[in-house]
């Protein structure tokens, strides 16, 4: 038996003894998912044989834009561009930001993040506080 077809048949299994199906239901999900699987396989083992081209999804100099970030690997927008996310490029932030050409310590959040971000620190005060606590301890 295929593995696909053995791994729909464990799928279907686990929503049966969720929920009542009917055998029709049972055999059509097993037999839609086992394709589906199939064809995941075989795109995944298209995309293996010809890695994606080397070329940005845009220029990145306009991939950081007021309310998005563009990941110039696939193109999606996000507002952080996190390290999960170029994980599944088979990158790190530092790696990504050295491919495309961005300085080292160029956050990959949109521009509205990056104030927000900035002007909490400045709320905050840290450094009024670290003040006051050396002057605390020094005492």
Known sequence: MEDYLKHAI????AQ???RVM???????????LSSKLKKLD????????????????????????????VCLECGKTFKVITKKHLILHGLDAASYRAK??????????????????????????LWEKRAMAREAAAK
């Not at 464990?10 to 299994?13: G, M, S």
């Not at 009917?22 to 839609?32: G, K, Q, R, T, W």
């Not at 293996?48 to 834009?65: G, H, L, M, T």
Request: neutral net charge.
């Open 16 to 18: 049966a003894s969720v």
């Open 22 to 32: 009917s055998e029709d239901e049972m055999a059509e999900m097993i037999s839609s």
């Open 42 to 69: 075989c795109c995944e083992e298209v995309e293996e044989a010809c890695p994606s081209s080397e070329a940005p999804a845009v220029d990145p100099k306009r991939s950081i834009k007021e309310k998005s970030i």
């Open 10 to 13: 464990e799928l279907v299994k």
């Open 100 to 125: 495309w050409g961005f300085k080292k310590g160029t956050p990959l959040t949109c521009k509205e993040l990056q104030r927000a971000r900035r002007q909490k620190m400045k709320d905050m005060k």
